[in-house]
């Protein structure tokens, strides 16, 4: 019995297959004609003749995907990339993964959609449609394929959630209530320095300077890695007010001597560390090193239960900050904008700040009193 070779062109993929079998010619014809005529029908399937064809990969998603993170590595920060990952081998690979590239509709998409947002939100829906796209578009740049079935999908963004800030009372509530001593000084400052949990976590004393009452932002801190700030318009120095600076000073007397640790600082293009000797500020002191972002929220959400406040999450310091100093009417909105980091004031209306109503001045007095004649 010889050995039997049958070559076939696919019109998709114009490499020519040779795949060997020591079965009879006739067994080897019968399947040439039925892999031509699926080929005629639009029905053939590479993974089901030739389930271990070296061309198999390059006509499956989960190839270009493995394409997208590699080079997405490279380009974005840790935990940027994480999120990436997590959209590709969570959502996108686990549906798609084993489909070519040339068989994905729009409508096949749309179907898709409404399916994630059954356990999804729009926004996580809308980024992991984002992920998809670029994968799909590195396989129509190899293959020049004018065809996107991406380019009609829309998904649209919920409204962004108000801030929710505490008022004058609900602050004096929770800085009168009795804390432990690691967070005692930390809680004015969360509420008047306006930093991200991501800032305030790493701030260290080499970057504060309390004579002139400012603190230098120059780096971040998120899921256990130190980098520069996440553009260069946050980094920043910024002025502090009095309780924050009377909070810092109580705390040097807890830390500012405390022994300095280096560490490694990752730099805007992702690759490059830069080692830097500091001494935290917050420090927990059952492990000797600066808070942990879910340590901090546990002991927060704790003592909001403790001072009887309406619980809501941490990040909302940030938010009190801007939307009391919008309240008083004591600083114009580009002022808040620069303490917080920001362009423009369109992130301070849009996100971080709202008018208190309890804490507004009495505003048609002082009209009153300027338009009397």
């Not at 019968?30 to 271990?52: R, Y």
């Not at 493995?66 to 935990?79: D, G």
């Not at 409404?114 to 992920?131: A, F, G, Q, S, W």
């Not at 309890?358 to 007095?365: A, F, G, Q, R, S």
Request: aromatic letters at 10%.
């Amino acid at each position: 019995m010889g050995i039997v070779s049958q070559n076939i062109d696919s019109p998709t993929n114009p490499v020519r297959f040779r795949d060997f079998t020591p079965e009879n010619q006739d067994r080897a014809e019968k399947l040439a004609s039925l892999i031509k005529l699926e080929i005629q029908l639009g029905q053939f399937s590479l993974a089901k003749h030739f389930p271990n064809s070296k061309h198999l990969k390059k006509n499956q998603v989960s190839y270009y995907a493995q394409q997208y993170l590699s080079q997405t590595i490279k380009e974005v920060a840790p935990s940027t990339y994480d999120s990436y990952k997590g959209h590709v081998y969570n959502h996108i690979i686990p549906k798609w993964g084993q489909i070519n590239p040339k068989d994905i509709n729009t409508n096949m998409l749309r179907k898709w959609i409404e399916h994630l947002k059954e356990n999804l939100n729009n926004k996580t829906v809308r980024e992991i449609i984002t992920r998809f796209s670029q994968i799909h578009a590195i396989w129509r740049d190899e293959r020049q394929m004018p065809y996107n079935p991406f380019e009609n999908i829309v998904i649209h963004q919920v409204d962004t959630p108000e801030p929710d800030p505490f008022s004058k009372v609900e602050i004096a509530m929770i800085l009168n209530t009795e804390t432990d001593l690691d967070i005692q000084n930390l809680l004015p400052c969360l509420f008047w320095t306006g930093l991200s949990m991501s800032e305030q976590i790493p701030i260290a004393w080499e970057d504060i300077d309390l004579e002139k009452g400012t603190i230098q932002i120059s780096r971040s801190y998120v899921r256990g890695i130190y980098r520069v700030t996440k553009n260069r318009r946050r980094k920043r120095k910024i002025k502090l007010l009095e309780p924050a600076i009377t909070a810092l000073k109580k705390q040097y007397q807890i830390t500012g001597n405390a022994r300095a640790k280096t560490i490694e600082v990752l730099q805007r293009d992702n690759k490059t560390k830069r080692a830097e000797k500091v001494r935290f500020v917050w420090i927990n002191h059952e492990r000797s090193n600066h808070f942990e972002y879910h340590e901090l929220r546990y002991r927060w959400n704790k003592h909001l239960k403790k001072a009887k406040v309406r619980k809501r999450g941490i990040n909302q310091g940030r938010h009190t900050f801007a939307s009391q100093l919008l309240t008083s009417g004591q600083v114009p909105p580009e002022w808040i904008a620069e303490q917080l980091g920001h362009s423009d004031t369109s992130m301070i209306y849009k996100h971080y700040g709202k008018l208190i109503a309890e804490d507004l001045p009495d505003y048609i007095t002082k009209l009153n009193n300027y338009i009397t004649m």
